[in-house]
C-alpha cells in the first residue's frame, strides 16, 4: 500500500491477527503492544526491588504471571541491563543454553567455526584436484 509517496507494510498481529502497518518500532499492533508494555512495566517494577535482582526468568514468570516468551522478548531487545541481574539470559539459538548475549553460546560458536574451516579445506582440496586434472589441447597442423 502506498500512502503519502511512501509505501506501508500491512501485516496481520501475530497475536491477535489483526491489521496493522508494521514498521521497525513494533512487530505488533497497537493494542497488543500497549499489552506488552504493560507486561513490561509489571517485570519492570519487579525487577527493581533489590532482593529480586538475582531472579531467574522462571521465577520472574511465577511471580509476575508475564509469559517466558514476552520477558525473553524484552531481555532480547536490551530493555534490561544484565549487569544488573546475574541469572538473566536468554536461550542460544542452537542448542538452547543459556547466555547473555550474541545469538549462540560460545560451544555452539566454535562448533560452527570448525564447521566452516571443514568446508574450506573440502573446497581447497577439490579445487587442488581440478588444478591438477586440468585438461589442455593443442591445436596442431
Sequence with gaps: MIEGGRTLDLQNCP???????????????????????????????YMRKRENRAATVLQVVEATGVPEELILKFIRAGRFQLTQFPN???????CGAVIREGR???????????DLRTVQKEDQRKKEIADRQATFYTHRE
Design 104 to 114: 549462540i553460546c560460545a560451544s555452539c560458536a566454535e562448533d560452527l567455526i570448525a
Design 88 to 94: 538473566f539470559g536468554y536461550p542460544c539459538d542452537k
Design 15 to 45: 497475536k491477535c491477527d489483526a491489521l496493522y502497518v508494521k514498521n521497525k518500532f513494533r512487530d505488533v499492533c497497537e493494542k497488543c503492544w500497549k499489552e506488552e508494555e504493560a507486561a513490561y512495566d509489571t517485570v519492570s517494577k
